[in-house]
């Protein structure tokens, strides 16, 4: 029990420096988003850029979860789409958002090899 212990310990001290990893990717793919395009039929709020969320790792049980997101809370105040749509157009260069796109896609090709490189740094 000591040791299952132990190793659940490290194994959540794997799992959040891959979670931290994985957050600093995806603020920085958001970030990116503003690099391209001028837009002149709307304003930019930089909310986007500002919704990457993490939530630390924690164990349930025998497993340990952390999740990083883009928070659609946030309710725009233009147009008819709702924040998951405005969100998903941004991604995917739809509607007339200007903008580098692709901002999680690009996020979620790294995250096992982020993942996997926090655990072989722990057991090897």
């Known amino acids: 029990k000591e040791l299952e212990q132990m190793l659940m ?3 959540q001290q794997g799992v959040e420096a891959a979670n ?3 957050y600093k990717d995806l603020t920085d793919n958001l ?9 002149k039929m709307y ?3 930089g909310q ?15 497993e340990v979860v952390a999740s990083t ?10 147009g008819t789409h709702s924040t998951p749509e ?3 157009d941004a991604e995917n260069h739809k509607a007339g958002i200007l903008g580098e796109g692709h901002f999680w896609s690009d ?5 096992q090899n982020h993942l996997d490189t926090e655990i072989k740094k722990r057991f090897g």
């Open 9 to 11: 310990n490290v194994m």
């Open 20 to 22: 931290q990893a994985v």
């Open 31 to 39: 970030a990116r988003f503003y690099t391209k395009g001028s837009p």
């Open 43 to 45: 304003e930019r709020t």
């Open 48 to 62: 986007l850029g500002m919704a990457g969320r993490s939530e630390n790792a924690e164990r349930h049980g025998n």
């Open 69 to 78: 997101y883009i928070d659609d809370t946030y309710q725009y105040t233009t």
């Open 86 to 88: 405005i969100i998903s």
């Open 107 to 111: 996020t979620e090709k790294n995250i």
